[in-house]
Nanobody, 122 residues
Framework: QVQLVESGGGLVQPGGSLRLSCAAS????????MGWYRQAPGKQRELVAT???????NYADSVKGRFTISRDNAKKTVYLQMDSVKPEDTAVYYC????????????????WGQGTQVTVSS
């Protein structure tokens, strides 16, 4: 009953910008960490950035200074602002969130979105 839906992917030129969004919906009691991961062809899924209530943000070294994660708790939405993108940023980007539901509010489970393709190319 919990869903994460990403949007905002697409084709962008090197040096350009893109903003990804991920909205959580369903029977949600609380959300702890929200974050973004990515998976390029032939590679393992890797962390891009996370935002935790009370523990701030965390970024992969490869995106520090270029990407910014933010969240709107009232809208249950996390964003990823991608600036100065590079061809190596090309990947499917996945949203992830640790969510507890009504009826089981003390247990947090990890949910994933379906992924959105980001392609950086001229």
């Amino acid at each position: 009953q919990v869903q994460l839906v990403e949007s905002g992917g697409g084709l962008v030129q090197p040096g350009g910008s893109l903003r990804l969004s991920c909205a959580a919906s369903g029977s949600i009691f609380s959300i702890n960490t929200m974050g973004w991961y990515r998976q390029a062809p032939g590679k393992q899924r890797e962390l891009v950035a996370t935002s935790s209530n009370g523990r701030g943000t965390n970024y992969a070294d490869s995106v520090k200074g270029r990407f910014t994660i933010s969240r709107d708790n009232a809208k249950k939405t996390v964003y990823l602002q991608m600036d100065s993108v590079k061809p190596e940023d090309t990947a499917v980007y996945y949203c992830n969130a640790d969510i507890s539901s009504f009826g089981n509010s003390r247990s947090f489970y990890a949910y994933w979105g379906q992924g959105t393709q980001v392609t950086v190319s001229s």
